[in-house]
């Protein structure tokens, strides 16, 4: 019979057989506050250090701490404070914000280094979420601590005064009213109709020409605007109810939650007493802002605090970091940690190494990595990101989507070919030969075997398209040469963009720790 089974008669028979206590006899929450200045033109001056100790049987779990960010996103209003974003704005934070602040980031225990990134951790951090967490996590945990949603559009709503959310589609009742749709100007001009009470932005209605339009602002009763214009005009027509929506989050003041990219926030084991140090190095003044913040069009982003009436140029676009904090969980054990002890760490660590290439031709460019690398991933990403906010460091696309483009692919390694033979995948009008690449990767990073599944294949679009393959090596196989061969179509404006090689390798660490400090350290990539 389903769900039964001979155990049922396991019953206890002595006191012996009884489960002992748990070893673990408390679990907290520990607030770290950086040793420097966090808030406001502080943030991105200089390093920020987190220092904690741990001694008797305190024991440090990191992967179960996390850095905590305060922000806020304003936009200028002449003669008045900053204010919050409305939609009509198309300001939200970028995706994977928290990451997209840092460059690079450091963990020691004394003052020996157990892992760390000089530049670029914000692609490593989105390389590493996409390869490591399901789709469920993605879907959910990551949209709410992090904004890493593709979608510009659900990240803008959650911080704008009048954001929403679907909560039902399909076609519904005929509302009140007739309404013109001026395709040009994208205004919606109603007769006899109750715009304000019937509909709010985000919206969306159906026309008696099967026009799908999305609300984006509403003036009166009788006025409204669309997201775009619509293909076609129509006059004097009834419309429909094709989407309800309910207010969002609506916070322009939010808190989001970082987990440095290094290896050793991974394990779920407990590390002993003695002294740590994470050190976050934030992007400079300006970068930061561009590399947390996504918008459609251009707009300017001023170095410096703005917050003070009238600080803040109408149309500009301002990103404040507040406060931040890490949150360090520690665990006491049922006995003391002993005076002496040794730890061995084996840590999987990713790095990137970026490659400026043209379009239009096949090109083969090689690289150098660690001698323990056992995966390795390609994208491709707009030379701008980071530095732009058309362009989010963690989305791994270029101008005019010609990551899509790709036509050739093959990565050499250690003496194999993968794919073998070179992929020729093609995406384009009415042609989407992708398929096995996008499944090859699920493949390759297991997510495809994950319970709580893989991204599907528009998600793995927007974000970018990534491409992975594992290799399995022998032990005495020390390979550090890599050509990646690719071939897309010509980028636009004749620019040069980034292939990202990200390097998946094994580090491995061993100590010796004698009343609380580090007496002997050997780290190497094995």
């Known amino acids: 019979m389903a769900g039964l089974n001979n155990s049922i008669f396991d019953l206890p028979s002595s006191m012996e057989e009884l489960r002992r206590p748990e070893d673990v006899i408390k679990v907290q929450t520990r607030k770290v506050n950086p040793t420097s200045g966090s808030k406001f033109q502080n943030f991105p001056g200089s390093d920020l250090v987190f220092n904690f100790t741990l001694s008797g049987n305190q024991h440090w779990i990191p992967s179960r701490s996390f850095v905590v960010i305060r922000n806020v996103i304003y936009v200028g209003d002449a003669g008045s404070n900053p204010v919050q974003p409305t ?96 395709a040009a100007t994208a205004a919606l001009v ?101 590399s947390a913040l996504s918008t459609l069009d251009a707009v300017t982003v001023l170095s410096g605090s703005h917050t003070e009436v009238g600080s803040l140029p109408t149309g500009n676009v301002e990103f404040v970091v507040e406060d931040i904090q890490f949150y360090v969980c520690v665990v006491d054990n049922f006995e003391r940690n002993p005076s002496k002890y040794s730890v061995v760490l084996d840590l999987e660590e990713t790095s990137v ?13 090689n690289f150098t990595v660690s001698k323990s690398t056992f995966a390795l991933t390609l994208a491709l990403q707009d030379k701008r990101a980071g530095q732009d906010t058309l362009y989010s460091p963690s989305i791994f696309t270029v101008e005019d989507q010609k990551q899509n483009t790709l036509t050739n692919l093959q990565i050499s390694y250690a003496g194999e070919n993968r794919p073998q033979p070179a992929a020729n995948p093609q995406f384009g009008a009415g042609v989407d030969y992708m398929t096995h690449r996008y499944l090859e990767t699920g493949v390759e990073d297991l997510a495809f075997f994950d319970t709580g599944g893989m ?7 927007e974000l970018g398209e990534i491409y992975h393959f594992q290799w399995r090596k022998t032990g005495d196989d020390i390979s550090t040469n890599v050509d990646a061969m690719v071939e897309y179509d010509e980028f636009t404006g004749d620019l040069k963009h980034n292939l990202l090689l990200f390097h998946h390798f094994r580090r491995i660490i061993e100590y010796s720790v004698e009343n609380g400090q580090v007496t002997s350290f050997l780290s190497q990539d094995a």
């Open 87 to 182: 939609n009509s704005d198309d300001i939200a934070p970028s995706c994977n914000m928290p990451s997209n602040l840092f460059d690079g980031c450091s963990l020691s225990v004394g003052s020996f280094n157990l892992g760390s990134i000089s530049k670029n951790a914000s692609q490593i951090s989105a390389c590493q979420q996409r390869l490591q967490k399901s789709a469920g996590f993605l879907d959910g945990a990551a949209k709410s601590i992090a904004f890493f949603d593709p979608n510009f559009n659900g990240r803008k709503n959650q911080i704008t005064n009048n954001g929403t959310v679907s909560s039902s589609y399909g076609p519904g009742a005929t509302l009140t009213g007739t309404v013109t749709v001026v």
């Open 190 to 290: 109603g007769v006899g109709t109750a715009f304000t009470t019937e509909l709010q932005p985000g919206d969306q209605i159906l026309t008696v020409g099967e026009q799908a339009l999305t609300i984006k602002s509403i003036a009166d009763d009788t006025n409204a605007t669309i997201t775009s214009s619509a293909n076609t005009g129509e006059a004097g027509i009834q419309y429909k109810f094709l989407g309800a929506s309910e207010p969002s989050g609506r916070s322009n003041k939010n808190e989001s939650v970082y987990q440095p990219p290094l290896g050793i926030f991974k394990m779920g084991k407990a590390l002993g007493s003695g002294r740590y140090e994470l050190i976050l190095r934030p992007k400079p003044d300006i970068v930061y802002k561009q």
């Open 353 to 365: 190494i970026p490659r400026q290439i043209s379009g239009g031709a096949a090109v083969t460019e």
């Open 455 to 461: 991204l599907e294949k528009k998600q793995w679009r």
